[in-house]
C-alpha cells in the first residue's frame, strides 16, 4: 500500500539552512505536498511539485524530487524562529482520489 | 487564496452525548471534502471522502455509524461523532477541493475532548 515516511525531528540555528526528507512508495505519485502545521491550527500549504519535476524553487523554499529513489526534500533557506513548526510531506495517489501524509516532521528552530 | 473555515473550533462534551463539527467552503464550490483525525505528535489520518450529494466513503476501520458524514451541499459538510467516548478526544481536521483541482484547503481543525 502507499506509504510515506519522515524523520521526526530537526533542529537548526536560526539563519541556518534546513532540510527535511521524505520518502514515499507510490511510484505512481501525481503530486506531492508540503504542508506546515503551526501548533493548534491547521495544515497549510507550502509548495507542490508535479511528478514530472525534479526541483521547484518559491522563494526561501526549494523542493527536489528524486522520482528514482522517491524521494523528495524540502530545504528552508535562512531559517527562521517563525518557521518552527510540523512539516508534513504528502503524496496525491494515482487518480486523485486521496491524499497520505508522512507522521510530519518537527522542525525547531534556536535563535 | 481559498478559505475553509471549520466550528466549533474545541468543544468540551459529556461521554454519550453525540457532537457536530461544520466544515464550510467560504468563497469556493466543494464538491469534495476530506474529514481527518489527528491524535497528539501524529499524522493525519483520513477518517472519510464525501463527494456532495453522495454518501461518504470510509476508510478502513473508520466506523460510518458512529462517524456521521453528510455532504448536502457544495459549501458544507458536517461530521456527527455520535455516543461519544473520550477515546474519540481528538483533533479533527476537514478539507475541501474543487473538482479538477489538485490543491486541498485545510480548515483550522476542531479539538473535541469527551469526558
Known amino acids: 500500500g502507499e506509504d510515506v515516511e519522515q524523520s521526526l525531528f530537526l533542529s537548526v540555528r536560526e539563519g541556518d539552512s534546513s532540510v527535511i526528507n521524505c520518502t514515499y512508495t507510490d511510484s505512481s505519485s501525481t503530486y506531492l505536498y508540503w504542508y506546515k502545521q503551526e501548533p493548534g491550527a491547521g495544515l497549510q500549504l507550502l509548495t507542490y511539485?508535479?511528478?514530472?519535476?525534479d526541483m521547484k524553487q518559491d522563494q526561501r523554499l526549494t523542493v527536489l524530487l528524486n522520482k528514482k529513489d522517491k524521494h523528495l526534500s524540502l530545504r528552508i533557506a535562512d531559517t527562521q524562529t517563525g518557521d518552527s513548526a510540523i512539516y508534513f510531506c504528502a503524496e496525491m495517489t494515482t487518480g486523485g482520489f486521496k491524499t497520505i501524509f508522512g507522521a510530519g516532521t518537527r522542525l525547531f528552530v534556536k535563535a | 487564496g481559498a478559505v475553509v473555515s471549520q466550528h466549533p473550533s474545541r468543544v468540551i462534551c459529556k461521554s454519550g452525548t453525540s457532537v457536530k463539527i461544520e466544515c464550510r467552503s467560504l468563497?469556493?464550490?466543494?464538491?469534495?471534502m476530506f474529514w481527518y483525525r489527528q491524535f497528539p505528535k501524529q499524522s493525519l489520518m483520513l477518517m472519510a471522502t464525501s463527494n456532495e450529494g453522495s454518501k461518504a466513503t470510509y476508510e478502513q476501520g473508520v466506523e460510518k455509524d458512529k462517524f456521521l458524514i453528510n455532504h448536502a451541499s457544495l459549501t458544507l459538510s458536517t461530521l456527527t461523532v455520535t455516543s461519544a467516548h473520550p477515546e474519540d478526544s481528538s483533533f479533527y481536521i476537514c478539507?475541501?477541493?474543487?473538482?479538477?483541482?489538485?490543491?486541498?484547503?485545510f480548515g483550522p481543525g476542531t479539538r473535541l475532548t469527551v469526558l
Open positions: 478539507s475541501a477541493k474543487e473538482a479538477g483541482d489538485n490543491e486541498q484547503f
Open positions: 468563497d469556493f464550490q466543494a464538491t469534495t
Open positions: 511539485i508535479f511528478s514530472n519535476m
